[in-house]
């Protein structure tokens, strides 16, 4: 058993390395930062994680994990679903829904997810400043199906494939972008203090190129272009969690999480939760190389309606600049 479990580990840090080479070797590497197309895939997902400083790949516990780390859906006991809301800064707005189904007969889970973000401008151009009277949207949205499956009772291993797609301002004549990312993640419970490892590559895919070609003016000549893609949002996460004192009436759990994204620098992530009396939960994370939105707080609260349990989560990430953003998660035992 443990060659099997030591085998799939590096079958995976293996494919995890290839992949970072890849990204060396190819546009990815020569990207300036934050010029990866579907940015939005790398919004938190879920109050809970977020209030954790988003160091969850290594706890990833519930239904969420399909947004975080797919290995991590194992953990689920029944079919759950969790619905999210996400306040962001200008307006802006991402919901989230996710559901999972332990499948008995390969010892897994299938899971279901469905995010989309949305704002809604006003049209103005060089004769109109303050605004033509039409509106347009920019809307982005994925679809995607994981698969997560329990090798033996200490690793697990999960994939998702998602259908991504951007929709810049097509009211207006603005392009669509489309691709297909593929999700891979790993999940090995070691065993003191319910310690456990955990790797992921997220949104990993080929470029994304928008549709159709715009107008270029160079001097006085004007010619059709084609637009120029870019890679996604992939990221690299590495995690360790534990909990460190556990009592009848309180139990905790830290994170510490070292995340790599294809277009930016690595980044440190650590966060915790302190439960009381399974009941009210107090969390807190940081981001240690985040510019902004560096801190997490949140609190959650579970009830029970006869054998079926209810979470509620909120977050609150602090900035000094760009406002608070809150998050609200329901997750249902169905």
Not at 120 to 126: D, H, I, Q, V
Not at 195 to 202: I, S
Not at 265 to 289: P, Y
Request: proline share 4%.
């Amino acid at each position: 058993m443990v060659r099997n479990v030591l085998t799939y580990i590096l079958i995976i840090l293996a494919i995890a390395l290839g992949s970072g080479e890849a990204f060396a070797q190819t546009a990815l590497g020569d990207q300036r930062v934050g010029t990866s197309s579907g940015s939005f895939l790398r919004i938190g997902v879920g109050a809970r994680p977020v209030a954790m400083g988003g160091a969850y790949v290594a706890i990833c516990d519930d239904i969420t994990a399909c947004a975080w780390n797919p290995a991590g859906l194992t953990h689920i006991k029944g079919s759950e679903i969790a619905v999210s809301y996400i306040a962001l800064p200008a307006d802006i707005t991402y919901n989230h829904a996710c559901y999972g189904k332990p499948i008995a007969f390969f010892d897994g889970v299938i899971a279901l997810q469905f995010g989309s973000l949305s704002t809604e401008l006003l049209e103005t151009t060089e004769y109109h400043p303050f605004g033509t009277g039409r509106k347009f949207t920019f809307g982005d949205w994925l679809f995607g199906i994981s698969v997560a499956r329990r090798f033996t009772d200490r690793f697990s291993g999960g994939f998702a494939v998602k259908y991504v797609r951007e929709e810049l301002g097509v009211e207006v004549g603005g392009p669509v972008t489309t691709a297909f990312v593929l999700d891979a993640g790993t999940y090995y419970e070691i065993g003191p203090k319910n310690m456990r490892l955990a790797v992921a590559l997220m949104n990993f895919g080929p470029d994304m190129t928008p549709s159709g070609s715009f107008t270029k003016t160079v001097g006085v000549t004007t010619s059709e272009a084609l637009y120029q893609g870019f890679a996604p949002a992939t990221e690299f996460k590495f995690g360790i969690a534990m909990e460190p004192f556990e009592t009848p009436w309180i139990k905790s759990i830290v994170d510490f999480e070292l995340t790599h994204p294809a277009d930016n620098m690595e980044t440190f992530r650590m966060g915790g939760e302190i439960v009381i009396s399974d009941m009210l939960a107090i969390r807190a994370g940081h981001d240690m190389n985040a510019d902004e939105l560096k801190t997490s707080l949140g609190i959650g609260t579970q009830m029970r309606f006869g054998s079926r349990q209810a979470r509620f989560d909120y977050a609150a990430t602090l900035s000094d600049h760009l406002g608070t953003v809150h998050r609200f998660t329901l997750v249902l035992d169905l």
